[in-house]
């Protein structure tokens, strides 16, 4: 079956640098993903997606990065602040079929 | 506009007991998705319902899980003789439908069984 994993369990960055969470998927066929972000005891929220014929897509201090031929997936954060520690998942879906999620990477932000 | 919601917040229940989980989507919204969070893990997805179309319940664990939406709104998920591996967080989401992979989650549920 399909599965979507993290390379790092937590990442520890300082307040201002930037910051890269990556994820590894497996199916081929899957051709959309989206990451999102989960604060402590709360659900997890929309943060950017992307279309597997595209390989790169910005947001507001955010980027997703897309590179099928390794079917590895990245989320940049600019200027990462406080607000940014959460746990970050990718998620990723072939056809109509439902989401699959990755385990999670936890983002700590140090002032 | 008002987001998800689930109720309760948290549930304790002693192992053995049934509990039902409450879901309410975003207006308007027709598809509605239940997920399971352990401890630490990611998400496993457990049913989904769209519309008046036949639910997938291929994520359920068990028979003790069902789920059910009355009038394409309100979801209840059902889980009957609880056990202690039935610990974790409960979440729902909405989607306007099937095809829009944009969910929107609620706070979820976090059930303790004891």
């Known amino acids: 079956g399909e599965s979507v994993g993290l390379h790092l369990p937590t990442l520890s960055v300082q307040e201002g640098d930037n910051s890269i969470i990556n994820c590894a998927y497996s199916n081929s066929a899957s051709d959309y993903f989206i990451w999102y972000k989960q604060e402590s005891g709360k659900g997890p929220q929309f943060i950017i997606d992307i279309r597997s014929n595209m390989d790169k897509r910005q947001g507001q201090r955010v980027t997703v990065l897309l590179n099928k031929t390794v079917k590895h997936l990245s989320l940049q954060i600019a200027a990462t602040q406080p607000g940014d520690s959460a746990v970050y998942f990718c998620a990723s879906v072939s056809g109509y079929s439902t989401l699959t999620f990755g385990k999670g990477t936890m983002l700590l932000v140090s002032p | 506009g008002a987001g998800v919601s689930q109720s309760p917040s948290n549930k304790v229940t002693e192992k053995g007991k049934d509990v039902e989980l409450r879901c309410d989507p975003i207006s308007g919204h027709t598809a509605l998705y239940w997920y399971r969070q352990s401890l630490g893990q990611g998400l496993e997805f457990l049913i989904y319902f769209q519309g008046n179309s036949a639910p997938d319940k291929s994520g359920l664990p068990s028979d003790r899980f069902s789920a059910e939406r009355t009038g394409g709104s309100v979801s209840t998920l059902t889980i009957q003789r609880t056990q202690q591996e039935d610990s974790a967080v409960y979440l729902c989401?909405?989607?306007?439908?099937?095809?829009?992979?944009?969910?929107?989650f609620g706070p979820g549920t976090r059930l303790t069984v004891t």
């Open positions: 989401a909405s989607s306007s439908d099937i095809y829009s992979y944009e969910q929107y």
